[in-house]
C-alpha cells in the first residue's frame, strides 16, 4: 500500500505555531500550487490545499517561511469523521510529513521582506 503526496507551491499567509492542551505543537498552512496546464480561457488555475505540520517540522517551517515562500511537501492522506447532528461526513486531511525550503521569504527588518 503507498499513501504518498507530493505538492510544490507557495505559502499563503505567515504561519503561526499552536500549542494544544496535550502540549503538542501544530501548525496549518494553505499551500497555492498552480495546475500545470491551462484551462479553457489559456489561464493557469490554482489549487489552495490545507496542510497541517506538527511538532518539530511544524516549528521548523513556522519559523523558517513567511507569506509567500516557496515549499515542498511530502505527507500523507489521513481521513476523519466528522458528526454533525446525525449526519456523519468523512474528511480527508493532508499531514505534512517533510517539508523542503525551496525559495523562502524572511522579514529582516519589519518593513520589506526579501527572497534568500
Same mark, same amino acid.
Given at each position: 500500500m503507498l499513501n504518498n503526496v507530493v505538492l510544490v507551491g507557495r505559502? %499563503?499567509?505567515?504561519?503561526?505555531?499552536?500549542?494544544?492542551?496535550? #502540549? &503538542?505543537?501544530?501548525?496549518?498552512? %494553505?499551500?497555492?500550487?498552480?495546475?500545470? =496546464?491551462? +484551462?479553457? /480561457? #489559456? +489561464?493557469? /488555475?490554482?489549487? =489552495?490545499i490545507p496542510i497541517t505540520l506538527w511538532e518539530g517540522i511544524a516549528q521548523a517551517t513556522a519559523n523558517n517561511c513567511k507569506k509567500g515562500s516557496v515549499i515542498g511537501v511530502k505527507g500523507r492522506l489521513q481521513?476523519?469523521?466528522?458528526?454533525? #447532528? /446525525? %449526519?456523519? &461526513?468523512?474528511?480527508?486531511? &493532508?499531514?505534512g510529513e517533510r517539508v523542503s525550503f525551496i525559495n523562502i521569504k524572511k522579514d529582516f527588518d519589519n518593513s520589506t521582506n526579501n527572497q534568500i
Open positions: 505559502t %499563503v499567509e505567515d504561519l503561526t505555531i499552536v500549542t494544544l492542551d496535550s #502540549g &503538542l505543537k501544530t501548525c496549518k498552512l %494553505v499551500l497555492a500550487v498552480q495546475r500545470g =496546464f491551462k +484551462n479553457e /480561457d #489559456g +489561464n493557469y /488555475d490554482t489549487d =489552495f481521513t476523519r469523521i466528522i458528526e454533525i #447532528g /446525525d %449526519v456523519k &461526513l468523512k474528511s480527508i486531511d &493532508l499531514i
